[in-house]
């Protein structure tokens, strides 16, 4: 927006502009304030494998086979599951590549569609869709910690609530401290998670060997529980794309990715295939011990396993789930906060979001506000309808965005892509989302209603907070002193970008 860093440094006090033309120094570039590029490959590989692999995989199997009908036909479903994550990754990958900034989303549609829309899906999601997302993996956390002590009724109410606040603040204070400190903690337990994982693979594999594979066989496999539609379907690819959400959250963070036009999309092509194997053979692992119907009747599918073969080992199912959901946590604060960095740096969101610590060079407003809205949504109770209405825009986002790359190549044909995939891979992509919204919108009217009218709301919002320039005095005077008096509690100002990494949005030029 134009006059965007007028009206940042109009916002700072002596202070701060001493701050802000101290980091902006282009003499002295070790004074400079700027996001830290600390996220290599293997730190993008944990961030991706990391936000997919949470509690959906040690769940959702009970769904997919639920809505499927069949074992075999709910294996197919995670197979091809993993290929519609790895269509959207792959057209992902060509956005972040071409528009090399941080906010997924909401900077690619916002760079394409303007700023309105990307507002919308700005709106949505600091309002209701991460902080819900967030709450509920910290409850799934909070239950698995706390079963062994409640091994015959649910864990308090009051007691899974103020575990879960209590994870959450944590590691909003670990990823305030320090860049490297949460990409440590994502990549230590994604390890863990896939040793869980792998840990169910192996026991599976030698019940397979031992002659137990009943559930597997062709003759017994495509026996239908009962009779498939196309509606029961849909919803079966629904529970399995709920286990790989996730998939996008690298690109939140391009800017602290080193080399990201190398490295984003190598770490999707890493990690996509590595997850989709993964679910598949755990899949295979549980049926190997499991009948359909004992699968059906368990509410934790991980666990059960776990207690029908690994005998007083059993406990160590639960502490996976639990340190699996930590990190799954720790993944979202990570990657949710920029997305407000972003949002506050093109002037959707106020100022002091896209003020970073001026040591740790962390947005420690952004985390703070992510973790207060969790907070919130933990105190409301009863998440059930939030989550509903978090998948409908989260759907819609993946499919507004995935839009925009084919408008985007017929606006701008000779923008520089060092990444373009075939444009089978985006129709294809459209399709299936098509197909997946058009029945949501037929069988759960209400819940997709209720989404767009969340996601609407923000349309005054946006008309009074961002495009009303000439507001009155009174006001303008009120957020200046809000801002300092932010920028003096969490010590922070604005980055100041490194001209030497600088990537613009150039035009092939003609021959």
């Known amino acids: 927006m134009d006059g965007t860093e007028t009206n940042r440094r109009n916002c700072a006090k002596p202070e701060q502009q001493k701050m802000l033309d101290s980091g902006g120094n282009q003499s002295g570039s070790k004074d400079r304030v700027t996001l830290k590029k600390e996220i290599g490959l293997l730190s993008a590989c944990a961030i991706i494998i990391g936000n997919i692999i949470g509690s959906g995989i040690f769940i959702s199997p009970k769904g997919v086979l639920d809505h499927a009908g069949s074992v075999g036909f709910s294996l197919i479903v995670w197979v091809l599951g993993g290929g519609i994550c790895a269509l959207g990754s792959l057209c ?39 902080p819900t997302t967030l709450a509920v993996i910290a409850l799934t956390f909070s239950n698995y910690v706390l079963q062994p002590a409640f091994p015959n009724c649910l864990p308090p109410y009051i007691a899974t609530r103020l575990l879960a606040t209590t994870c959450v603040l944590f590691l909003t204070w670990v990823n305030c401290s320090s860049v490297r400190w949460g990409t440590r903690i994502q990549d230590i337990f994604t390890v863990g998670k896939l040793l869980a994982l792998v840990l169910i693979i192996v026991v599976g594999m030698i019940q397979i060997a031992k002659g137990h594979y009943d559930a597997l066989a062709p003759q017994t496999a ?72 004992e699968l059906l009747d368990s509410n934790a599918v991980a666990v059960t396993f776990g207690e029908k073969l690994l005998g007083v080992f059993s406990w160590v199912m639960p502490i996976s789930v639990a340190l699996s959901t930590f990190g799954g946590i720790n993944g979202y604060l990570f990657t949710s906060s920029r997305l407000c960095f972003s949002g506050a740096r093109e002037g959707h969101l106020p100022y002091l979001l896209a003020m970073i610590h001026l040591k740790s060079c962390t947005p420690i407003p952004a985390l703070l506000v992510c973790c207060t809205a969790t907070i919130v949504i933990l105190c409301i109770g009863d998440t059930h309808n939030l989550i509903n209405y978090v998948s409908f825009i989260n759907y819609l986002s993946y499919g507004v965005t995935i839009a925009g790359l084919l408008y985007y190549r017929w606006k701008k044909p000779k923008l520089f892509r060092p990444i373009k995939v075939n444009l089978l891979v985006p129709c294809s992509y459209l399709v299936f989302w098509a197909v997946l919204l058009g029945f949501s919108l037929y069988s759960e009217p209400v819940v997709c209603g209720m989404g767009l009218v969340i996601m609407l709301t923000g349309v005054p919002i946006y008309f009074i907070g961002v495009q009303w320039k000439n507001k009155p005095h009174w006001i303008s005077s009120a957020v200046e002193r809000v801002t300092y008096l932010g920028q003096r509690l969490c010590y922070v100002v604005f980055p100041q970008d490194d001209p030497s990494e600088i990537q613009p949005l150039t035009e092939k030029s003609e021959l």
């Open 92 to 130: 992902y990958a060509e956005l972040g590549v071409t528009i090399p900034k941080s906010g997924g989303d909401y900077s690619y549609v916002t760079e394409i569609f303007g700023g309105l829309v990307g507002f919308l899906l700005l709106w949505s999601a600091v309002l209701i869709m991460y």
């Open 222 to 293: 495509f026996e239908f529980i009962k009779d498939p539609s196309v509606g029961q379907i849909a919803l079966a690819f629904l529970q399995a794309s709920f286990a790989y959400s996730g998939w996008n959250f690298l690109n939140y963070v391009t800017e602290e990715v080193v080399e990201p036009r190398k490295n984003l999309p190598r770490a999707i092509y890493i990690s996509i295939p590595l997850v989709t194997l993964v679910y598949t053979l755990t899949n295979i692992a549980y049926f190997s011990s499991m009948s359909p119907q």
